[in-house]
């Protein structure tokens, strides 16, 4: 049974950072894809950003440059850092994986086979 457990959302102003973390547990396959997506309400939950089980990376336009994806494989934990934060980031952000890593192509939330139950960053 695969869970996520998200962590690190928070309060900030505009131009601050945060780190989010998600940790995996009972995941064990070698070929995998994890992404966050976010949410606002009455908003479809969109991709910000991914990476896959070779380590590719691809992020959402308009977070290049500010958030940066990576994963510590022995504490089976992705991490997702936000410089430069600006209002239109706040929003729920869910830890999402899905077991293929050829799904880091695809931005549809509903190809990803596992969530977490989010957690919520604001910037003002």
């Known amino acids: 049974h695969v869970q996520l457990v998200e962590s690190g959302g928070g309060s900030v102003q505009t131009g601050g950072s945060l780190r989010l973390s998600c940790v995996a547990s009972?995941?064990?396959?070698?070929?995998?894809?994890m992404a966050w997506f976010r949410q606002t309400p009455g908003k479809e939950r969109e991709g910000v950003a991914a990476?896959?089980?070779?380590?590719?990376?691809t992020y959402v336009e308009s977070v290049k440059g500010r958030f940066t994806i990576s994963q510590d494989n022995a504490k089976n934990t992705l991490y997702l850092q936000m410089n430069s934060l600006e209002p239109e980031d706040s929003a729920m952000y869910y830890c999402?994986?899905?077991?293929?890593?050829?799904?880091?192509?695809?931005?549809?939330?509903?190809?990803?086979?596992?969530w977490g139950q989010g957690t919520q960053v604001t910037v003002s």
């Open positions: 999402a994986l899905d077991d293929n890593k050829f799904t880091i192509g695809s931005w549809y939330w509903q190809e990803y086979k596992h």
């Open positions: 009972g995941h064990t396959k070698d070929n995998y894809c």
């Open positions: 990476i896959d089980s070779d380590g590719r990376t």
